[in-house]
């Protein structure tokens, strides 16, 4: 298995800001990846991000409003840029456990934007 | 990758034994049926994962009818600290690894 950690677990934002999240795995992974999840409703996939090459985004996610850094095996970033009160969500990032769809998935970060 | 659906929500008893169904008709071949579990203000974990027949492990049995097109979680003698919300998913790994969650079944586990 994989721990992963996130920062900032939590924080509260005005709107058109940004906020750039951290996730931090104790091991190297091939494949992280991005998850919103808003208030009460299901895990929403927003991009696939292997190390050394860019982001891959999912229909609805753009580069410009969730720019995603990966700079090694270990570590990535996902940016929620110019944020407004609909990107208030819990963010999630995971990471492939190997096996047919295992992920791993951090603690999430908490995000409410006013 | 193939839709599921499942009960919105459930409640059960401490020590009952709680079956949740998901449906999945239009599961392809190469399809393993995968359920993850969510407690609150946590990521999803996963619980169990099966192709067919019957799986089991220390926390769940999955049950898989022969023609596939729904499957069974079963979590025997339930306590408060089952309280989640359980997710059915269907698919293969080389779709890149993705997730595909549907809406969920939220189980609420009574004393």
């Known amino acids: 298995s994989a721990v992963i950690s996130q920062k900032p677990s939590r924080d509260i934002c005005q709107r058109g800001t940004s906020l750039t999240i951290q996730c931090q795995v104790d091991?190297?992974?091939?494949?992280m990846f991005w998850y919103r999840q808003q208030p009460g409703q299901s895990l929403t996939l927003i991009a696939t991000?292997?190390?050394?090459?860019?982001?891959?985004?999912e229909s609805g996610f753009v580069i410009d409003k969730f720019p995603i850094s990966r700079p090694n095996l270990t570590f990535s970033t996902l940016t929620v840029s110019n944020m407004s009160p609909e990107d208030s969500s819990i963010y999630l990032c995971?990471?492939?456990?190997?096996?047919?769809?295992?992920?791993?998935f951090g603690p999430g970060t908490r995000l409410t934007v006013t | 990758l193939a839709k599921t659906t499942q009960p919105i929500s459930m409640d059960s008893y401490e020590g009952q034994e709680v079956n949740i169904t998901c449906s999945h008709n239009?599961?392809?071949?190469?399809?393993?049926i995968t359920w993850y579990q969510q407690f609150p203000s946590q990521g999803p974990r996963f619980i169990i994962q099966?192709?067919?027949t019957k799986v089991t492990n220390e926390v769940a049995s999955l049950f898989i009818p022969a023609d596939r097109k729904s499957s069974t979680l079963s979590l025997p003698r339930v306590s408060l600290s089952d309280t989640a919300v359980y997710y059915c998913?269907?698919?293969?790994?080389?779709?890149?690894?993705?997730?595909?969650f549907g809406q969920g079944t939220e189980l609420s586990v009574k004393p």
């Open positions: 995971s990471v492939d456990g190997g096996s047919n769809y295992e992920q791993y």
């Open positions: 091991s190297q992974v091939t494949m």
């Open positions: 991000a292997n190390q050394g090459s860019e982001a891959t985004y």
């Open positions: 239009n599961i392809a071949t190469n399809d393993y």
């Open positions: 099966g192709y067919k």
């Open positions: 998913l269907v698919g293969i790994y080389n779709q890149g690894g993705k997730l595909i």
